[in-house]
């Protein structure tokens, strides 16, 4: 779609990681971090309009570049995002995932979300050792 920064990366072969018939993988423009990837179908397509080769295709990449990552920085454990059809995505009418590896702020900002996921009874998640495990 024309205007849509993230349809302009399967163009520009240089940031180019993968490229299915359907997906791709690319180095965004401006990345967060080394091993920041991005994964998106090839269609400028929201979440609801998928198809299931879209999907299939998607998985298929993002798993693909996942164990990339962990073949390059094998002591680190790269996280997948997707804000897509939020007010956080940088472009929401484009369906896309974040790979990249966390940080202090990214963590602190999921654990309200995980916590409530993991532990809506009420409980309080053992947050302090794990923060400790993580970052020493």
Request: hydrophobic share 30%; charged share 25%.
């Amino acid at each position: 779609m024309k205007g849509c920064g993230l349809c302009q990366g399967i163009h520009e072969e240089y940031r180019l990681v993968q490229r299915t018939e359907l997906a791709y993988a690319s180095i965004p423009r401006e990345p967060m971090r080394e091993g920041h990837l991005l994964i998106l179908p090839q269609r400028h397509v929201k979440r609801e309009g998928l198809t299931l080769a879209e999907l299939a295709q998607l998985r298929d990449v993002t798993v693909q570049m996942k164990d990339k990552l962990f073949r390059l920085y094998p002591s680190a454990s790269p996280y997948l995002y997707s804000v897509t059809d939020t007010p956080q995505a940088s472009i929401p009418e484009h369906f896309h995932y974040l790979i990249s590896f966390p940080t202090k702020r990214t963590f602190e900002q999921c654990w309200p979300i995980i916590r409530l996921l993991q532990y809506g009874n009420g409980e309080e998640p053992p947050y302090q050792n794990w923060r400790k495990w993580h970052y020493g």
